[in-house]
């Protein structure tokens, strides 16, 4: 399954401080709004800056062929 663009990927942040704008419009309650407005800044940094290395492949370790589960090196 391929990963979902960054441009789409953003627009769920956008959606949600929209809906925070809207809130406090409606309701004059400000932590709701908050919640929501600090919710989308948290998702649209993990959008920007994590989500392009999610798919990233890092070294491993070698492996050991004389090790087995279960048994220690003391």
């Known amino acids: 399954m391929p990963a979902m663009p960054r441009r789409r990927y953003l627009l769920l942040p956008l959606g949600i401080a929209a809906i925070g704008i809207v809130y406090y419009l409606l309701s ?38 004389d090790w087995e589960p279960g048994t220690s090196r003391r």
């Open 28 to 65: 004059h309650e400000w932590v709701g709004s908050v919640m929501l407005i600090v919710f989308a800044l948290a998702m649209t940094i993990y959008g920007w800056i994590l989500l392009p290395t999610a798919n990233d492949v890092g070294p491993t370790a070698p492996i050991d062929p």
